[in-house]
């Protein structure tokens, strides 16, 4: 129907940059909002950073001046730069978009496979 492919992830050292990038295809007649979340073993999922069609952004406090995020409406992706990461920044990362399919009129939540991000020394 439609899916969310994740890369981008990868070990860094403290202090260091990752860019994470999500693709959606399939069944799509109009992507909503589209974010990036993060969860820890036992925890559950925190939003990082979301970005609607008309590029408008929201950001946890704890990202704040370190990430961004962007998008490319064209090519249905968005992409997360991550600077002066830090060891909480350690997490799984899963991509999400609110997407009308072209089967109905209804929006649906669609995530990606998640893609690891560590920060350590």
């Known amino acids: 129907q439609v899916q969310l492919v994740e890369s981008g992830g990868g070990l860094v050292q403290p202090g260091g940059s990752l860019r994470l990038s999500c693709a959606a295809s399939?069944?799509?007649?109009?992507?909503?909002?589209m974010g990036w979340y993060r969860q820890l073993p036992g925890k559950e999922r925190e939003l990082v950073a979301s970005?609607?069609?008309?590029?408008?952004?929201n950001y946890a406090d704890s990202v704040k001046g370190r990430f961004t995020i962007s998008r490319d409406n064209r090519k249905n992706t968005i992409s997360l730069q991550m600077n002066s990461l830090k060891p909480e920044d350690t997490a799984v990362y899963f991509c999400k978009a609110n997407v009308q399919t072209i089967e109905t009129a209804s929006i649906m939540a669609f995530w990606g496979q998640g893609t690891q991000v560590t920060v350590s020394s």
């Open positions: 399939g069944m799509i007649f109009s992507i909503y909002v």
């Open positions: 970005i609607t069609r008309g590029s408008s952004t």
